[in-house]
């Protein structure tokens, strides 16, 4: 769990850093700047900035899939955004986001 509040700080901080350079720090567009880095690369690569520096990628549940996609990403993004779902986790420590776009977390 520490690897992914930590991947998930650093993420927060790149789209913070992001919204005070174009926006004068707007919490609407620091949401709207972690949704789209987490959509775009967790769709294509499987992870974010925080995710690689802290050794985890998601990847989904189905094995010999390669890659997350468009879609489970956007479900993905989508309900870690709302944070509710984030924050329910399974018996296997799996956040309602990940079941619902049907991906994992894994150490790399």
Same mark, same amino acid.
């Given at each position: 769990?520490?690897?992914? =509040? ?19 720090? $707007?919490?609407?567009?620091?949401? %709207? ?15 974010? =900035? ?22 489970? %990403? ?13 924050? =329910?986790?399974?018996? $296997?420590?799996? %956040? ?8 994992? =977390?894994?150490?790399?």
């Amino acid at each position: 769990m520490g690897r992914r =509040i930590g991947a998930l700080m650093v993420d927060w901080l790149v789209a913070s850093l992001a919204s005070l350079a174009f926006f004068g720090y $707007d919490p609407m567009a620091t949401l %709207g700047i972690f949704a789209l880095e987490n959509l775009l690369l967790v769709s294509t690569l499987g992870y974010t =900035i925080g995710h690689r520096l802290f050794g985890i990628t998601v990847r989904p549940e189905v094995a010999g899939v390669p890659y997350i996609g468009f879609l489970r %990403g956007a479900v993905r993004t989508l309900l870690l955004c709302l944070v509710i779902p984030a924050v =329910i986790w399974d018996a $296997d420590g799996r %956040g309602m986001h990940d079941k619902a776009a049907r991906t994992v =977390i894994v150490r790399r």
